[in-house]
């Protein structure tokens, strides 16, 4: 008990102090020289799982009860449900927007256009249609992002769901594991949500406002990656659905005349483009996080 307590707030502080001394030693002055922090974000996620690898060796905890382990057996539902799942939040989440807003729908896909020119592959210049265009990428974003996106997301699973969720669980129950989990891997966002991920640069109240919004949804969907966790035993099909969530997060561009509101929609970051991870995770959290729960 004395060791999981103690690297619990070991590992919180080697996250934070190495993920964040990357971030300010490393993509800031990239950046600075005029680079894209884009370009460094995958490398950020492999710390959480460096971090709970120097914990377990600084504590001697060893490397049993990793939650590494796959458990197929009786559990290919969720692992189905962490493949497909994230892809059907986020294109419910974007046809609400849509729904409420419809001249923001643009079936022509202008941004798409945009970007195929941006690459020197003109749309005039292809002889796909456009509606198959965006079926092809649709299809690969709903069914390969999870695998392709898999490793960069273990890297961060590990460490979240796989650490330090049942360490807050075992000293908080599930409820308040949800939400402290949540709001420390919002927080440990900040840097890049200041370098304009997922909510870009000069909105009002910046960049404080994108860290609370990137909070919120942290927990909600960090709320569903805990569940899958837990009901698994295994922390691989969160890294399955984070990779699915971060791969089909861009859909709705695909067919948006602009590019949106990232604190409305329609991608999941808004109030009402996320709706459906939110609603999702109040569920969970409500239905199967009983607060008395201990694991």
Known sequence: MEKKKNGLWLYLILVFILSWGFCFGVIYPAVNRGGNYANYAIGLMFFPALSVALTRLITKEGF??????????????????????????????????????????????????????????????????????????????????????FIPSLGEEWGWRGYLYPRLTERFGRRKAA?????????????????????????PGYPWTGIAAMCVLSVALGTLLMWLTSMTGSCLPAALAHGAFNGAASLSMLVSADEGNRFVGPLPTGIIGGAPILIAAAIVFFRFANPEARE
């Not at 799942?85 to 609400?96: D, E, F, N, S, T």
């Not at 919002?186 to 890049?192: E, K, N, V």
């Open 64 to 149: 049993q009860n990793c939650l590494l382990r796959p458990r197929f057996k009786g559990h290919i539902r969720y692992y189905l449900l962490a493949w497909l799942g994230p892809g059907l939040l986020v294109i419910l989440g974007a046809a609400l927007y849509f729904l409420l807003f419809p001249a923001k729908l643009d079936w022509s896909a202008p941004i798409v256009r945009e970007q195929m020119a941006a690459v020197g592959v003109p749309y005039e210049a292809q002889a796909l249609p456009m509606s198959t265009i965006l079926a092809i990428q649709a299809v690969q974003a709903l069914l390969l992002a999870g695998i392709l996106n």
């Open 179 to 203: 939400l402290l989990g949540g709001l420390i891997w919002g927080l440990w966002h900040a840097p890049i949500i200041a370098l304009g991920h997922n909510y870009g640069l000069g909105y």
